[in-house]
């Protein structure tokens, strides 16, 4: 029956969208009706509405459906939607104030003359445009009232032209920022958590271990993360769209001429294209720089890009009267004036001790005042010229208020699908496909193809993704990352604003196209450009690094990079030591031969041993990445062999597993059923006849096991635990090598801080003797307090402690606390005197030795990796890594 009301649930949305009912009503109400008619049917049937779900009820649907709407309006943690109205109101705003327009003449003039310049000049223009408005139909419109006659006036083909207008005007929804990478980020953190535990599941069924190790762990993305992802493909997609310009103009000239610009390029020409093409760019810069910088959230780069969208359309909206630009000069001085003020001097209204902070501040305050006054001036003049503000506001409240409430929708569609057991039978089906992980990529990447020839984006966006995604996600043979995903689904849905009948860019552009134009024209021209992004889609899926280099790059280089022992970057910090070890294993050798020599006589002895032991953990560090080399090796030599052997056995687990959930449901309508049972007696006979039946099933499974499984599955998971064993063997060596070193040159290096602390006993002493007990309390705990921090400097802490305890007591014992810091006197003289003699005659080699070892032994010992290393970490993580034999 739960099979029946999934058909039923899609007839009715398919039958609402159909009909012309507004997506964020069909969505919601095909679920509704749904959920009420099974509810109907189980009270009916059985006496029980619960009866025909498969997962919870209409309670459970119902207390989902609050959960969802509360997750999007009310959870602060949930911010990534934020963005959306932020980046919506930057596209109307720089589409109403005519920027598009101002771009498309000016390129046009500029790339004229280039063979299939005017195609190549509206891919650019839509390059730029999907960089700043990301508006697909104001993008299409304006190409086609503007560019479309030119094209056809100059002897362009009307299919070409239609395409090209048609395909650069759907950039906006792959080239950040934009309101699909938005919604898929915010859709795929959700799908993450969904697949970590199914994932966290299938390592405890396959391995009985109760924790996964983090490295397989899956990560999150986020909708910074997806922008940076989607910046490379977006910008391969461009160079596509004019390399196939380029080379119809050259193949066919006649229909794609280059035209000669009437007048010449002279310095008022050079100005124009520069007002024109600049700030767009500039803003470009500000709201993804910032971003890929790490200096601002998605969400304050959105609010960077509305302020700044303000400011353009401030001046574009008087543009030839006198003062048109004098508020965008006011913001750009604030700008550079606070960036000037911020780079001399760190300014920070809690703490103005000196003259200097208080000049800084003031400046400070005087550069926001004029931006604050350029943004209000910007938005005062928007709101005064053909009232552009209110426009803007009411366009983008539509908007936003629009997907808002699609994506309620949609949540309560995908949550009646998974009542009904939909997702388990879409897992079910995909995971029972031969191929692996890839054939049921490819499969999910065609229907949404296919879907969006029908569906629009944000509809396939929210529908699609959250039944699929975790289903992919959770798949450790591919192990592909959530950014990844999100990029190649984002490309998938592209297609849907050029794929007839139902492409959106197509009816925009019907809407405005002359019509000597036939729509079988624009249908011919888009299919080229269809094809060049299923291109597109096949060299991002083939090279992953294209998605996730950039991310990778930007998190490991930023200020809140993760540390190097993150166990994440283990497995390419280890690839990274061991080619070091190989291109400099003797220089890295003689460092620590050099270091063994040294003389450290001057070294107290706990000190000198901890010293000694560390370099000789050093000393071991080759051998055991040789190891480590060396079990790898076994491992990779024996997968070919095993992994076939592992599949298959996996997945007769598998459907075990799946056997055994549905004899536990049978069990329980058994249990159930009866004269006193919710279920009638008939329908327990009918699952204690199924639950006979799947047993044998489940036994027929079981028998196929090939027999070789326990001794090649036992073989190569000891070659597995070997590989693991060598790894954490070294990992324990290098901090072990590392970590005393560092404590040790700290500690040298201490001196002279320990000298200061001199005149402070001696304050201490003098206060003994003439001040209160309490007198001298107050000024024992800040002076303990600073030789505490000071490395190597814990006797002489606990010498001025014996002090303070002893005037602490009931009776204070000034004797007993002179004596105390008589010794803590004693110590200081000492350890200064032995820091003094090391810090001439070990110190020098001491930090000779560790630079020699610092990207190698010492990696993990950093606070963050430094740049050569994070790149190269970057680059290898980069690329998706089979973990599958693991599970």
């Not at 060396?630 to 007769?652: D, M, S």
């Not at 060598?726 to 040159?745: K, N, S």
């Not at 004693?826 to 070990?842: D, I, M, N």
Request: charged share 15%; glycine share 8%.
């Amino acid at each position: 029956m739960e099979l029946i009301f999934i058909i039923v649930l899609i007839a009715v949305m398919a039958y609402a969208l159909g009909s012309g009912y507004p997506v964020a009503f069909a969505l919601p109400g095909s679920a509704i009706v749904t959920i009420a008619l099974a509810s109907l049917a189980g009270y009916l049937m059985t006496g029980n509405v619960d009866a025909y779900f498969s997962h919870g009820g209409p309670i459970q649907w119902l207390s989902a459906g609050v959960t969802n709407f509360r997750g999007i309006y009310w959870e602060a943690e949930r911010d990534t939607l934020i963005a959306i109205p932020l980046f919506v109101f930057m596209g109307i705003m720089l589409q109403r104030s005519k920027i598009a327009e101002d771009l498309l003449v000016t390129m046009a003039q500029l790339f004229g003359p280039v063979p299939g310049g005017l195609g190549i000049s509206v891919v650019f223009v839509g390059a730029l445009l999907a960089a700043t408005t990301g508006i697909v139909g104001a993008t299409v419109v304006a190409m086609g009232l503007i560019s479309l006659p030119a094209m056809l006036r100059n002897g362009y083909s009307p299919a070409l032209a239609t395409g090209t207008i048609a395909a650069s005007g759907t950039l906006g929804q792959i080239i950040p920022p934009s309101i699909v990478l938005i919604i898929l980020a915010d859709q795929l953190a959700s799908a993450v958590d969904q697949a970590s535990t199914t994932r966290q599941a299938l390592y405890k069924a396959s391995t009985g271990e109760l924790s996964m190790p983090a490295d397989f762990a899956l990560t999150s993305t986020s909708a910074g993360e997806m922008f940076l992802g989607a910046l490379v493909p977006g910008l391969l997609l461009v160079g596509l769209y004019m390399l196939f310009i380029l080379g119809f103009a050259f193949m066919r000239p006649k229909m794609a001429p280059a035209v000669v610009r009437e007048g010449a390029f002279d310095r008022a020409f050079a100005w124009k294209v520069f007002i024109t093409l600049v700030p767009p760019l500039a803003l470009i810069f500000l709201v993804l720089g910032s971003i890929i910088l790490g200096i601002a959230t998605v969400n304050q780069a959105g609010a960077i890009g509305a302020i700044g969208a303000m400011i353009m359309a401030g001046y574009r909206l008087r543009e030839d009267e006198k003062g048109a630009y004098r508020p965008a000069i006011l913001a750009i001085l604030a700008i550079l004036g606070i960036a000037l003020i911020v780079s001399f001097h760190a300014v920070n209204i809690k703490r103005v001790e000196t003259s200097a902070d208080l000049l800084a501040l003031i400046l400070a305050i005087i550069a926001v005042s004029m931006l604050l006054i350029a943004i209000c001036w910007s938005g005062w003049r928007t709101l005064k010229i053909e009232e552009t503000l209110r426009g803007v506001m009411i366009e983008t409240a539509k908007t936003t208020s629009l997907v808002f409430i699609i994506l309620i929708g949609a949540a309560m569609l995908t949550a009646a699908f998974r009542s009904f057991g939909g997702e388990d039978l879409v897992r079910e089906f995909l995971q029972g496909m031969p191929g692996g992980f890839w054939s049921q990529f490819v499969i999910v990447m065609l229907v949404i193809f296919v879907l969006g020839f029908f569906l629009d984006f944000i509809e396939i966006a929210v529908v699609v993704v959250p039944i699929v995604s975790p289903i992919l996600l959770a798949d450790p043979s591919a192990n592909v990352t959530a950014v990844w995903l999100g990029v190649m689904i984002g490309l998938n849905i592209q297609t849907s604003f050029l794929t007839p009948p139902f492409g959106f860019a197509l009816f925009y552009l019907r809407g405005v196209a002359p019509a000597s134009v036939k729509t079988i024209a624009m249908y011919k021209g888009v299919i080229a450009f269809i094809s060049l992004q299923l291109i597109a889609l096949a060299i991002v899926g083939l090279n992953p690094a294209l998605v996730n280099y950039l991310p990778n790059r930007v998190s490991l280089l930023s200020e809140t990079a993760p540390p190097p022992k993150n166990p994440r970057l283990q497995v390419c910090l280890e690839e990274y030591a061991a080619e070091r070890y190989a291109t400099n294993g003797a220089g890295i050798a003689a460092a620590i031969d050099a270091a063994v020599k040294l003389d450290a006589g001057m070294l107290p002895e706990d000190i000198a041993k901890n010293l000694a032991g560390s370099i000789e953990q050093a000393g071991k560090a080759a051998g055991l990445m040789s190891e480590i080399v060396t079990a790898n090796a076994a491992v990779e030599e024996a997968t070919p062999g095993y992994k076939p052997l592992h599949q298959q056995v996996r997945a007769i687990e598998r459907d075990i597993r799946r056997i055994d959930l549905q004899i536990d449901e049978l069990k329980l309508i058994v249990q159930r059923s009866g004269p006193n049972g919710i279920y009638s007696q008939a329908r327990g006979e009918r699952a204690k006849a199924r639950i006979v039946d799947l047993e044998a099933d489940r036994a027929e499974l079981a028998s196929q096991v090939p027999a070789n499984w326990e001794p090649e599955h036992k073989a190569f998971s000891a070659l597995q635990k070997a590989d693991q064993k060598a790894r954490l063997g070294y990992r324990r060596t290098i901090d072990q090598a590392y970590e005393p070193l560092l404590e040790v040159l700290a500690t040298i290096r201490a001196g002279d801080q320990l000298q200061a602390m001199s005149a402070d006993l001696d304050a201490l002493v003098a206060s003994l003797q003439n001040d209160t007990a309490e007198a001298f309390l107050e000024k024992i705990d800040p002076v303990r307090s600073a030789i505490g921090e000071i490395p190597g400097a814990s006797k002489v802490r606990n010498a001025v402690n014996d002090a303070r305890k002893a005037m602490r007591s009931t009776t204070p014992d000034p004797a007993a606390a002179a004596a105390a810091l008589a010794e803590a006197g004693t110590l200081l003289a000492s350890e200064v005197a032995w820091r003094e003699k090391a810090s001439t005659g070990l110190l020098p080699g001491l930090e000779t030795y560790e630079a020699a070892i610092r990207n190698t032994i010492g990696l993990r010992g950093q606070h963050r990796l430094p740049r050569t290393q994070a790149l190269f970490v970057a680059s290898c993580s980069s690329h998706h890594r089979d973990v599958s034999l693991s599970f």
